[in-house]
């Protein structure tokens, strides 16, 4: 069983940037791919970026394309989401998530 932890959330102005962590603990990071996906209020989930277990391809979605995007450090344990530019569109909780389970998310909020 994995747990995952995010941190990173906050209140941001339009254009900022934001870096999210992911601690994941009970088994080797290593072997799971670790994604990222945000809901926010009335909208259905949406995934935004995976990284591979393999090879470490990232994969990112249209809407954050160019400007998200996701790393990982196996030996820390941690996976990273980086996002810049932010947009009061990317308002929403973002969860990382890795072989079914998912963490308790962390709030961002892009606001003037």
């Known amino acids: 069983q994995l747990h995952l932890v995010e941190s990173g959330g906050g209140l941001v102005q339009p254009g900022d940037s934001l870096r999210l962590s992911c601690v994941v603990s009970?088994?080797?990071?290593?072997?799971?791919?670790i994604g990222w996906f945000r809901q926010a209020p009335g909208k259905e989930r949406e995934e935004v970026s995976c990284?591979?277990?393999?090879?470490?391809?990232?994969d990112v979605a249209d809407s954050v394309k160019g400007r998200f995007t996701s790393s990982r450090d196996n030996a820390k344990s941690m996976g990273y989401l980086q996002m810049n530019n932010l947009k009061p569109e990317d308002t929403a909780v973002y969860y990382c998530?890795?072989?079914?389970?998912r963490g308790q998310g962390t709030e961002v909020t892009v606001s003037a």
């Open positions: 009970g088994s080797m990071m290593n072997f799971y791919a």
């Open positions: 990284i591979s277990s393999i090879d470490g391809s990232i």
């Open positions: 998530h890795a072989s079914g389970f």
